[in-house]
């Protein structure tokens, strides 16, 4: 066995290699030639009746053959799979040459947007955000709230009531953050609390199981309503980008004495529009001056401190300020309704 036959044998081999259209074929190749028997075997086998000088280049010569005819194997294996899968691309109908899908671009909830808007406009004038568990005790809720068991006030609010014993609940406002504050935070003080509310209400265009609001609250020394007033009047003046005139009508609620309902102009008319259903007035929250008792479940001394509060519609201003006409929609999680928001 000559240099120049193993050259040429491992020439034949590669070729045979490289023209075999299955794997199965290159397995067949593979036994002729490095099997029992096959072509390197039979190379090894010669060597004991050669000159012992030629030996070793023999041995060493179809040791390389061997190594190149496994390579070339590896090679056309490799491109066997490449075509196999190209060819079911294909079938699906992938085509490498297309230019890549449009990348989707994700945007903030329009909740998020507003509520973003009010915590600036609120934390320029001073005050903290603060949160609240929306799994909330009946104390918290109704009780410190100046709305003991008993009190017909209650009926306002139609309350998910969680497990046994009726003490849990989903909080129906965000107003028991109002005690958790004064609980915690030392007067003066100015809070605001954006959050999730729930109530078991039949839903429609504008009513919602679960719902936002904006609690407010700020308690120091001599604040009066007029404070209450000058903070809407700002308030609204950042959030529409112009003067908007307001008025308070008498409200009841437990928690606060005096009570309000705070109107405000409508920011949309001159003469009156849907939004404002042709009245020129929008109603904007339920306000007030921190009752007394309240002031007392939250460990502070109502005969040296007075506050006021409010509860914003968080989810009434998302519809106004981007002319929502159902509330079902705010949180429906329909992306076609959301997109319109990127
Ligand atoms: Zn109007």
Same mark, same amino acid.
């Given at each position: 066995?000559?240099?120049?036959?193993?050259?040429?044998?491992?020439? %034949?081999?590669?070729?045979?290699?490289?023209?075999?259209?299955?794997?199965? %074929?290159?397995?067949?190749?593979?036994?002729?030639?490095?099997?029992?028997?096959?072509?390197?075997?039979?190379?090894?086998?010669?060597?004991?009746?050669?000159?012992?000088?030629?030996? /070793?280049?023999?041995? &060493?010569?179809?040791?390389?053959?061997?190594?190149?005819?496994? *390579?070339?194997?590896?090679?056309?294996?490799?491109?066997?799979?490449?075509?196999?899968?190209?060819?079911? +691309?294909?079938?699906?109908?992938?085509?490498?040459?297309?230019?890549?899908?449009?990348?989707?671009?994700? *945007?903030?909830?329009?909740?998020?947007?507003?509520? /973003?808007?009010?915590?600036? @406009?609120?934390?320029?004038?001073?005050?903290?955000?603060?949160?609240?568990?929306?799994?909330?005790?009946?104390?918290?809720?109704?009780? *410190?709230?100046?709305?003991?068991?008993?009190?017909?006030?209650?009926?306002?609010?139609?309350?998910?009531?969680?497990?046994?014993?009726?003490?849990?609940?989903?909080? #129906?406002?965000?107003?028991?953050?109002?005690?958790?504050?004064? &609980?915690?935070? %030392?007067?003066?003080?100015?809070? @605001?609390?954006?959050?999730?509310?729930?109530?078991?209400?039949?839903?429609?265009?504008?009513?919602?199981?679960?719902?936002?609001?904006?609690?407010?609250?700020?308690?120091?020394?001599?604040?009066?309503?007029?404070?209450?007033?000058? #903070?809407?009047? #700002?308030?609204?003046?950042?959030?529409?980008? /112009?003067?908007?005139?307001?008025?308070?009508?008498?409200?009841?609620?437990?928690?606060?004495?005096?009570?309000?309902?705070?109107?405000?102009?409508?920011?949309? =008319?001159?003469?009156?529009?849907?939004?404002?259903?042709? #009245?020129?007035?929008?109603?904007? =929250?339920?306000?007030?001056?921190?009752?007394?008792?309240?002031?007392?479940?939250?460990?502070?001394?109502?005969? +040296?401190?007075?506050?006021?509060?409010?509860?914003?519609?968080?989810?009434?201003?998302?519809?106004?300020?981007?002319?929502?006409?159902? @509330? /079902? &929609?705010?949180?429906?999680?329909?992306?076609?309704?959301?997109? &319109?928001?990127?």
């Amino acid at each position: 066995m000559k240099a120049e036959d193993l050259d040429r044998l491992q020439a %034949e081999a590669c070729d045979a290699v490289r023209a075999g259209a299955t794997k199965d %074929e290159l397995r067949r190749i593979e036994r002729e030639h490095l099997g029992k028997g096959g072509v390197v075997a039979d190379i090894l086998a010669s060597i004991p009746s050669l000159e012992p000088a030629e030996r /070793r280049a023999v041995g &060493q010569g179809a040791n390389r053959l061997k190594q190149a005819i496994l *390579a070339a194997i590896e090679a056309r294996e490799n491109e066997l799979d490449a075509e196999a899968l190209a060819a079911e +691309r294909k079938a699906e109908g992938f085509d490498a040459s297309l230019p890549p899908p449009a990348l989707e671009r994700g *945007a903030l909830h329009p909740v998020t947007r507003v509520t /973003r808007e009010l915590e600036d @406009i609120f934390t320029s004038m001073g005050y903290r955000v603060l949160d609240g568990p929306e799994v909330e005790l009946d104390y918290y809720n109704f009780e *410190a709230l100046n709305i003991p068991k008993d009190h017909p006030a209650r009926e306002m609010y139609d309350t998910f009531w969680c497990g046994e014993g009726e003490n849990l609940l989903l909080r #129906t406002h965000t107003s028991p953050v109002q005690i958790r504050a004064l &609980q915690k935070l %030392e007067p003066p003080f100015r809070a @605001i609390v954006p959050g999730r509310c729930f109530r078991n209400e039949t839903v429609d265009a504008s009513h919602e199981h679960t719902f936002h609001q904006m609690e407010g609250l700020v308690v120091g020394e001599d604040i009066t309503v007029g404070h209450l007033i000058g #903070t809407m009047k #700002t308030f609204l003046r950042e959030l529409f980008q /112009r003067d908007l005139e307001v008025r308070l009508r008498p409200g009841y609620f437990p928690f606060v004495e005096p009570g309000f309902e705070l109107d405000a102009r409508c920011p949309f =008319c001159e003469q009156g529009c849907s939004v404002c259903k042709r #009245t020129t007035w929008i109603e904007l =929250c339920p306000c007030g001056m921190v009752h007394p008792a309240v002031l007392r479940h939250g460990g502070v001394d109502p005969e +040296r401190y007075t506050g006021f509060a409010f509860g914003l519609g968080l989810s009434r201003l998302v519809m106004l300020r981007y002319r929502i006409d159902d @509330i /079902r &929609q705010i949180m429906a999680g329909d992306v076609r309704f959301l997109e &319109q928001f990127a």
